[in-house]
């Protein structure tokens, strides 16, 4: 941001807003503050510093000409900033820390064309300001338009970068899988479910992607429930045929027990299935399938003849981790989330990355999502929780930690006490590090507990049909993105459930209206970008404003970006295919 002292304002029309005043110094006195009176030829105003220097008294000093810039509140100045004859009339830069002019100019001057991602021809061809013209205007402009101008160069010049990594990507050569669709279309016939339309668009898409000599990169984007990992298990299916292994990668070890069991029932006597997790090693060589947790990502030994790895609940992942799983770059990525990461969604509203998504459930969802705010209604909500276990339901109540310290947050352990009391042995307690967790949360899978006392270990994987009640503690300490995935444990069967998030600040009652009002992850997706920002599309970052002038909405950027990527790409000989 930017100081203006362009404009000097009388002090009759000043107001209560930041401006700037000349005026002459008619009193001061200086004792254990510093008291000046300055006037122009339209009022005059009293300048208080509360502490003081020689600085000050150099300035400031009767029948002396001073100009003043800060805001008057009352007829009164605290603190205004003295402005030197070189500041007066100009735009200046606010900086976070102390800066030195002639250490950015001597930075500023030593850039060079080679400095510049922007490629010659493009400069060219857009009558782009240099990077050196481009930072002076930034931080010594002369007027806002000289701002502007530099803005646009830097966040078309931040764009760029970031596109041409992902148009590298794409013109990298992989290795394209054959395979019998027929002996796919029989696979899927025998399924012991039906498959959405949804779902078969997804699979279309990967197969379509398996097919082609460039690595598959491909996001399936799906609500929870809609049954994304049936779409994976046919994927699976397909390259393990083709003679090829599989990595399938878990945010949590109760999340890769679940699917470890599930693709052993569904590739039993076709493909061999090992679990790798941090207590599960793999005890037989050379398996078709791993299915493990952060675990696989530091294993002593190499992949082989790796067809493709599997992200499940990519949005657990840093770019990092799902990076390192990759054990070649021409290796296909299968990557699924319920709720898009900012990140990954800025990528999806740019075009920038290969999609699917899922838009429809197998079973319609009848979820009540309530936010409560006052204690009064804890024992209404206590109440349904025994109304529906007396009807044979389950209730899921969710804590943000094992153990707390802090005054207004419970944990897992302290509160299991209280639901103990109220249920009994029907309630369990269930964490990450519990040693009999799998136990546990099989128990509770098989109806044989009715209320699970858990941390957010549960936020993914659990799948109880009875499941009609879930309460979360503390929801303000969890993103929209968790609480949304522990909504979608709810009646995963079109059952009446509710979901109730109990939230003791009110700093973060708005963002959690939102779970009132929005039940679908893609348009959570969107409220989180707009709360959270956006990271690096082929970067590491994940969140945050990592783009310092790039904003989503500058479209004609975008538009520019495309196509003189695809300007570069015809004029040496690339590919003809726009980047869309």
């Known amino acids: 941001s930017y ?3 362009r404009a000097v304002t009388p002090i009759a029309k000043a107001g209560n807003s930041p401006c700037v005043v000349r005026a002459m110094v008619t009193r001061l006195i200086a004792t254990d503050k510093l008291v000046a009176e300055v006037s122009d030829n339209t009022g005059t105003v009293t300048v208080i510093f509360l502490k003081y220097n020689r600085y000050h008294t150099t300035f400031l000093r009767v029948k002396r000409w001073v100009v003043l810039s800060g805001k008057i509140e009352n007829g009164k100045m605290f603190h205004p900033k003295i402005l030197e004859q070189n500041e007066i009339g100009v735009l200046k830069p606010i900086y976070s820390g102390k800066t030195n002019k002639k250490l950015i100019m001597k930075a500023i001057d030593s850039l060079s064309d080679s400095d510049d991602p922007v490629p010659y021809e493009v400069i060219e061809k857009r009558k782009l300001q240099t990077l050196a013209e481009t930072f002076k205007a930034m931080y010594f402009p002369r007027d806002p338009s000289d701002i502007e101008r530099a803005r646009w160069r830097l966040a078309y010049t931040e764009l760029y970068a970031e596109m041409k990594a992902v148009r590298d990507h794409r013109d990298m050569k992989g290795v394209a899988l054959r395979f019998d669709e027929d002996e796919v279309d029989d696979f899927i016939m025998n399924l012991p479910y039906n498959l959405t339309s949804g779902q078969y668009l997804a699979i279309y898409d990967i197969l379509r992607d398996l097919k082609s000599s460039v690595p598959m990169r491909r996001l399936v984007i799906g609500d929870v429930g809609s049954g994304k990992t049936e779409v994976a298990i046919v ?4 390259v393990v045929k083709t003679g090829c292994r599989v990595l399938y990668l878990c945010p949590t070890e109760i999340l890769a027990i679940q699917t470890y069991q599930r693709l052993a029932k569904a590739f039993a006597g076709f493909a061999y299935v090992a679990l790798y997790t941090a207590d599960e090693k793999v005890k037989q060589a050379a398996p078709d399938i791993y ?6 990502l530091f294993k002593d030994w190499e992949y082989h003849n790796v067809g493709l790895v599997v992200v499940d609940e990519q949005h657990k992942f840093g770019v990092r981790q799902r990076d390192k799983l990759i054990p070649y770059p021409e290796c296909n990525l299968l990557e699924m989330t319920a709720t898009p990461i900012p990140r990954t969604y800025a990528m999806t509203m740019q075009n920038m990355m290969d999609i699917s998504i899922i838009d429809e459930l197998p079973h319609e969802k009848n979820v009540k999502t309530e936010l409560i705010t006052n204690k009064s209604d804890y024992e209404r909500v206590i109440n349904i ?9 389950q209730v899921l109540v969710v804590y943000p930690s094992v153990e707390s310290e802090q005054a207004k947050m419970k944990s897992a352990t302290k509160a299991y006490k209280y639901w103990f009391s109220v249920f009994g042995d029907k309630a369990e307690l269930m964490y990450g590090k519990v040693q009999n967790k799998e136990a546990v949360l099989k128990r509770f899978m098989q109806g044989q507990t009715s209320v699970l006392v858990s941390t957010s270990a549960v936020e993914v994987g659990i799948d109880v049909p009875k499941l009609t009640v879930c309460i979360v503690v503390n929801a303000e300490r969890f993103g929209l993105a968790q609480l949304h995935q522990i909504r979608g444990r709810v009646g995963r069967r079109g059952d009446e459930s509710y979901f109730f998030a109990i939230c003791k600040n009110t700093k973060s009652i708005d963002r959690l209206r939102h779970l009132e009002r929005v039940d679908n992850g893609f348009d959570l997706a ?3 970008l707009m709360i959270r920002g956006f990271g690096q599309f082929s970067g590491e970052m994940q969140t945050g404003h990592i783009f310092r002038f790039f904003k989503l909405t500058d479209l004609d950027i975008t538009e520019a970006v495309k196509e ?5 790409s015809l004029g040496r000989g690339g590919s003809k295919t726009q980047i869309s």
């Open 3 to 5: 100081q203006d002292f």
């Open 235 to 238: 994927a699976i299916h397909t």
């Open 291 to 296: 299915v493990g947790t952060h675990a696989l």
């Open 385 to 393: 929780a025994k109304l529906e276990v007396a009807k044979g339901n």
């Open 526 to 528: 969107d409220i989180d």
């Open 564 to 568: 003189d990527l695809s300007f570069l």
